[in-house]
């Protein structure tokens, strides 16, 4: 079955401590959510370590996401070649959350892609 994208809705209102307006709050919403915040998490990190540690300037146009996730990948360093490329297993998985209306395999790589993003902000805490 479809997901009921409304279900977002109510998942940010709940967040923000407001009545919940649309549907109740399914689990697959909650996991969806958790997916793409975990990426965030672990994306915004990885990219204000390169732009305030590294001092690597970014390209005025371009996928930020790409470019970060290729930053750490092609470095030397086997720590970061492990967050680039976590970094865009977990990207992958969060555009599935975020843009497919059936994500089957949701229920099973949850844990997984948690546990990489809790690796990755570990990992950028020992570079």
Known sequence: MSFDWAEYLSVAEDLCGLPVSGPPIGR???????????????F?????????????????RGNAHQFVAAQFMNHPDPVRRSIGADLRRLRRARNQCDYDDIASALPHFIPTM?????????GLARI
């Open 28 to 42: 697959e919403a909650q996991q969806r959510a958790s997916v793409s915040r975990a990426y965030y998490a672990a």
């Open 44 to 60: 915004i990190l990885a990219r204000n370590h390169l732009r305030d540690v590294d001092l690597i300037q970014f390209p005025p």
């Open 114 to 122: 948690l546990v990489l993003s809790a690796g990755i902000i570990a």
